[in-house]
């Protein structure tokens, strides 16, 4: 018989992975950069020289190969396509 567990909320704590909390916040940079790049109507090549990284690297970023990058940067990312500048803070959705 199987045990069906609640989840706590966060699948990468579910899991069992180390830094969960992070890994989560990554996901959810991850998922407002989706989000900001089809509201702006760019391509992700346009989206990759926006942000001065190479495309392939948008683009494991986009399908969830993002733990090597760090939060801060995953921050940075949502700012430079949201065009908010300086003073925003890219905060997670």
Known sequence: MSVIEESTGNVYQDLGLEHAGEMLLKYEYATKLISLIESTDISESEAA???????????????????????????????????????ATGSPP
């Open 49 to 87: 020289q926006r942000l001065g990284i190479p495309l392939e690297n948008l683009q494991q970023i986009l399908r969830g190969k993002f733990r090597e990058v760090p939060v801060t940067t995953m921050a940075e990312y949502n700012i430079k396509i949201s065009g908010l500048g300086s003073g």
